[in-house]
T-cell receptor, first 110, second 114 residues
Framework: ELKVEQNPLFLSMQEGKNYTIYCNYS?????LYWYRQDPGKSLESLFV?????AVKQEGRLMASLDTKARLSTLHITAAVHDLSATYFC??????????FGAGTILRVKS | KAGVTQTPRYLIKTRGQQVTLSCSPI?????VSWYQQTPGQGLQFLFE???????NKGNFPGRFSGRQFSNSRSEMNVSTLELGDSALYLC?????????????FGEGSWLTVV
């Protein structure tokens, strides 16, 4: 059974600082998704990573995938308050069947 | 273009009742999947439909069922509601049935069972 683990589960950081969220998964896969969720809202797609070594960047967020290590990272550069949200990684094993991590609650303090 | 639309957005039901939730995917998308989100269990996959066929099902009891229509719209039904069914139910759609397409989520249906 596929397990997806995120850490940390809670991250409080100062504006302007850098940090990384880690996503480990237990079974080989080369399809990994990152989502953002604001309180009371739905999931917003951030990145789709489809191959080993894939790296994607959007604004202050950069995601990467290492399929051999079964690890994806979401790096936050120079955090701003607007990035405060819950971030989920999800692994797709069987075609649009996503297994989600528990989520990382990010709070950026000014 | 319009996103994934779910109705109703909020509803309150009594234990033992049944509920039907509706989802209209993004135009042209043929894959529709459903997820349950609760504080305790997080996000869990319910089922996925492609071209009116259920291709995948999660580990939920038979009280949870769904279907997809020829226009790709989907419904899910929960019968004999239990308090533990209180959750946010999210519908997601993607262009094709193969992996790797961006999967877009709707705003969700908040179900409270009392």
């Amino acid at each position: 059974e596929l397990k997806v683990e995120q850490n940390p589960l809670f991250l409080s950081m100062q504006e302007g600082k850098n940090y990384t969220i880690y996503c480990n998964y237990s079974t080989t896969s080369d399809r990994l998704y990152w989502y953002r969720q604001d309180p009371g809202k739905s999931l917003e797609s951030l990145f789709v990573l489809l191959s080993n070594g894939a790296v994607k960047q959007e604004g202050r967020l950069m995601a990467s995938l290492d399929t051999k290590a079964r690890l994806s990272t979401l790096h936050i550069t120079a955090a701003v308050h607007d990035l405060s949200a819950t971030y989920f990684c999800a692994v797709d094993m069987e075609g649009n069947k996503l297994v989600f991590g528990a989520g990382t609650i990010l709070r950026v303090k000014s | 273009k319009a996103g994934v639309t779910q109705t109703p957005r909020y509803l309150i039901k009594t234990r033992g009742q049944q509920v039907t939730l509706s989802c209209s995917p993004i135009s042209g998308h043929r894959s529709v999947s459903w997820y349950q989100q609760t504080p305790g269990q997080g996000l869990q996959f319910l089922f996925e439909y492609f071209s009116e066929t259920q291709r995948n099902k999660g580990n939920f009891p038979g009280r949870f069922s769904g279907r997809q229509f020829s226009n790709s719209r989907s419904e899910m039904n929960v019968s004999t509601l239990e308090l533990g069914d209180s959750a946010l139910y999210l519908c997601a759609s993607s262009l094709r049935g193969s992996s790797g397409n961006t999967i877009y989520f709707g705003e969700g249906s908040w179900l409270t069972v009392v």
